[in-house]
């Protein structure tokens, strides 16, 4: 619905049925309703307004459901049972059917925390004597509950044919959880015909096969909904239409469809529009901008293996982030075929790289957190948050893989060099995506203080016990640096956060070897023998990644210049024979693209033939040590 600046006043019901607005607040530049006050969790306590303007959500993250403004209550920083009213100004009631409506952001942080809002309506700006229209709690496992994080609309009636000066009250009641924001409030009458399509269910990454058209569609009027039309189209093909009679949904009430006509999909990339019409066989709805859903969907020739990356935000001064440690060396443990990243992104400490610390701040409300997948919204560090927000990504479709190859190393001048390699899986036109990298160090210490680990299972006598049988509440407060490994550590960003602009073509073909050369320079401090290379392949739009693949550096792939005027292999590419032309005899290992020796030899001269012929068409190197030294050659056989 579009944005409505801050207005008291009555409109005349138009021609086309638009319901008639009393009050709406978009909180796009003012609070405009008034706030109480109450005490915050502060030690002492402060007095703070409960509701506030807010233009960016933190505790969770979000963003205003439209404009540039929302509201908060603040139940993230009041303490338990905590309340506040956020009072409308007197709205005239003239006897007809009247609704509250709003979106409210739910989230599943503390899940079981009933941080709730309550809708009220009174002849006095106060609760005594208040009529209750509805309840609806923040977390989306409680009611009424939703499947996935993100904004909701909600409708409270009046009492029937209320009259009079009134006044609209949301009371906020604090369970200690995240915060609760709201959006895009308006008082309005009833209209008598709105049916809003709320969902459809069709999956936007799938396999060729046939799919059935469902969704959900509400009755935001108020007159019963006895039929309606449900219509479905891909693309500007074919429009399927469904007539569905004899119904009986009331106000406020949702129905769950499923098209009788079913999608056969074959590999691309579509378009589908579903949408609701002619209701109650000719009727006209008094708001069209909510009866259709438009979304893109792509079919993929196969399926990819998927790799899902938690990144973490940490840091050796945060107590309760042992519980990241734990929950990243447990997932790893659990999911030993590499379907399972985790990055440890620190904060303030002296391994902080600040880019990386900037970017994922953006998304978290607090330390220990942490994004899966860099989907916007928070997923605690501790071992079953991030078990569940795996699972859900995990069971996604890749529209891409991505791999590491041609690894080089020089450790003269601790260049790393190396290629990441997307193949998608369909055919696109319009593809916008970008690759990154991510190194990533292991075993990392320090013998400053700024590496002891704070730990508050100690100091609060908590169990926390990883898959070894570690009770990390034993080992002190601070864990010193002596006795703390860090692991996972996000060293570098290669390519940014967003990856590098260009690096995948705007237009891919399926399971073709998309190559974007990335190199490094790693640090003297860092240890080459305990880095990994994680390479990403992101969504320019969503920003979110798609896929991803870790691979150790492989340091047995070196370079080193000084031999390299002195040796070269002919000839490069080789059906298979090939010669090393080199002025002393060395010894040569032929090295795949990952890191297994496929052949070896000795005292190879300028006149010796290396055959290569039984090895598979592709990429290798040979790694070649002589009496001035070793490097690698990439060698070519086609």
Known sequence: MRKITLLLALFAISFNGKAQVLLANNFDTALGWTSTTVANDATP???I??????TVGTTPTCN?????????????NIPANGTGRLTSPVVNFAGADYRVRFNMYRDNGYSTDADNVKVYVNAAASLTGATLLGTINRSLSLAPTEATEGWYEYAFNLPVATTGAKYIIFSGTSAYGNNIFVDEISVEQVPALDAKLVSIDVPTFSTAGTYPISGIFKNNGGTTITSIDVNWQIGSGTIYTQNLSGLSIANNQSYPFTHQDQWTATPGQYSIKVWVSNINNGGVDSNLDNDQIIKSLYVVNEIFPKTTVYEEGTGTWCGWCVRGHVGLKDMLHNHQDESFIGIAVHNGDPMVVAEYDTAVASFISGYPSGIMNRVPADVDAGLSAIQAAYSV?????PVAKVAVQNQLWNPATRTISFDAVANFALDLNNANYNMAAVIVENGVTGTSSGYNQVNYYSSQGIDIIDWEGTNWRYLGNPIPAASMVYNHVGRALVGGFDGFQGSVPTTVVYNTPYSYNMSYTLPTTQDE???ELVVLVLDNVTGQIVNAHIAP?????????FTKSDISIYPNPSTGIVHFDTPNAVSIAIVDVLGKTVFTAQNVTKETNVDLSNLQKGVYFAKINGESGSFSKKI???
């Open 64 to 76: 205003p459901f439209a404009g540039a403004g929302m509201v908060r209550f603040n139940s993230y």
């Open 529 to 531: 023998n305990n880095t």
């Open 393 to 397: 990504e995990i069971n996604k479709v």
């Open 636 to 638: 070519i056989l086609k």
């Open 49 to 54: 307004s409960a509701w506030a303007r807010k």
């Open 553 to 561: 550096l492989n340091t047995q792939l070196s370079t080193n210049q």
């Open 45 to 47: 306590a402060v007095t």
